[in-house]
């Protein structure tokens, strides 16, 4: 059976452009302020070297898309329905604030700033870009249609698991989802909740998740990815499939469960 794997990256731009600066040559020079952050453009270099690293399809080598910008988790949703092969792996690189995990904002100074629902103009509809308890839980949107046309509305995430189901889900019992997001398991029944949503295993990390620039001035030439403090846990990877998600010193594991 021909698997796929599938990287999703969350949203997030620089405020200030000139701010970008200033804080990439703050990182190379070892100064705390203003920080560094990952966006769009760091998270898509990370997935696509990793990729490539691993000898798996990327958007330029087999046609894609397999890495993708996706600005709400409803749009991972649509993609998963979307896919012409079964999936084995879904990453996700993104920015984590404990009880939410966001796909979509803004890095301003020194902080990043998450936006929790955003206006799509597409579908004329208030989407939810972060996902918490209780967004899964609770979100309906009786307006939305997907324009595939394979998820009817009025939409609920927690819809999501029963749909895939009966419509013979493109994810198998072998698949599952790893969130490259700072402090993904410190909430655990919202890890809990993603893995029931989709009905799949899902990985959550422990600790942040370190971005490792290496550069000149303002530019940056090479990036790799490592799991919490430089100094206590200084290795870091290029290819993130080189960390083991599945230590459970540094990741949380959640099994679906069905809700009776």
Known sequence: MNLMELSFLGEYT???KDLEKEA?????NKKPSPAWFPDKNAFFQIANQGHLESKIPTNKNKGGPYIMDTSSFLQICVKIVQSSKPIERINVFTHGFGTLIGFRGQILRNHIEAIGIYYDPKHNVNVPSGISVDILEKYEDTELRDPTG???????FKDVRSHFEKNKSR??????????ACNSALDSELLQEIANTFGLIVYGFKDLIRYDIVG???KIHSMTIGIGQKEQKPESFKDFHSIDHT???ICSKKVPVIKK
């Open 247 to 249: 230590q459970s010193d």
């Open 150 to 156: 394979k998820l009817k509305g009025p939409f609920k």
């Open 14 to 16: 620089w405020n200030d």
């Open 216 to 218: 000149e001035g303002t």
């Open 171 to 180: 994810l198998k019992k072998e698949s599952f989802m790893v969130l490259y």
């Open 24 to 28: 990439i040559k703050a990182n190379l």
